[in-house]
């Protein structure tokens, strides 16, 4: 016993982030694969739900997790984020030898839109491309290196020790108490010029755009700080309307990739 939690914490230790904090969690991914279906175009769909084997986009959203438990795609574990200091950019910010979430995303595309790449191929970089552009999304993805993406920020969540990062991974939307149809069904209300101006946003001025948000959720809270009720209210419209970003992005991606 003593030596398999030596294990895990050995695990927890290494310069990826822990397996259950690091994404926006299973109803944070759905929420935002159901979104993109929903501003899919209908031809898109239908070539979508062939390639995924009729698998819906929700389910296929947390693939790219659910892989982390095999070592053979340890590889893509680093797709998942990109460090960027809080007063720098992209451009200017230390590369990841190994890759980052930005090209992870890039190399997906680049893998959809190639005809030559075989179906298995393709299938397996849409189940990631769904998820990594809901990573995308989440400010701490986007984090700094020294706090490995705000996993290193304590905090307190009605009285219980947690980090930043998972607050906004997972508590944040299971305070809410909504599953992810309710979150998809019951969409931010942005207007319509909103959204088309979403749609024609590129993927670096998407990271750019969190990268401001990231700036603004480290200074929503000191370190080990409890954060409770008034935390909930004055956060969560903003996570909401994240996944909400977040499905627009990935339905302009999609489209853009199955119109070829």
Request: aromatic share 12%; with cysteine.
């Amino acid at each position: 016993m003593k030596n398999t939690l030596l294990i895990v914490l050995s695990f927890c230790l290494t310069p990826f982030f822990c397996f259950a904090e690091d994404d926006w969690g299973q109803n944070g991914h759905r929420a935002v694969a159901e979104i993109a279906f929903q501003y899919l175009d209908e031809d898109v769909k239908q070539k979508i739900l062939d390639l995924l084997d009729g698998e819906s986009l929700a389910t296929a959203s947390t693939f790219a997790d659910e892989i982390k438990s095999d070592k053979k795609y340890d590889a893509y574990k680093v797709w998942h984020y990109v460090n960027i200091p809080l007063n720098s950019n992209y451009n200017e910010a230390e590369k990841n030898e190994d890759g980052d979430l930005i090209i992870g995303i890039q190399k997906s595309i680049a893998i959809l839109k190639d005809e030559t790449s075989a179906k298995n191929t393709k299938q397996f970089h849409l189940k990631i491309l769904i998820h990594l552009i809901g990573d995308l999304h989440q400010p701490f993805h986007v984090g700094l290196k020294e706090d490995r993406g705000g996993n290193d920020f304590d905090v307190f969540w009605f009285g219980e020790h947690t980090n930043i990062h998972k607050l906004w991974d997972t508590q944040l939307i299971e305070s809410y108490n909504m599953s992810y149809t309710e979150l998809a069904t019951n969409k931010f209300p942005f207007r319509e010029i909103e959204v088309n101006q979403f749609k024609e946003k590129t993927l670096l001025e998407w990271l750019a755009e969190t990268h401001k948000l990231t700036n603004q959720v480290y200074a929503s809270a000191l370190p080990n700080e409890n954060l409770s009720y008034a935390y909930t209210y004055k956060w969560f419209p903003v996570l909401r309307q994240q996944l909400h970003k977040a499905g627009i992005h990935l339905a302009a991606q999609l489209n853009k990739i199955f119109k070829i």
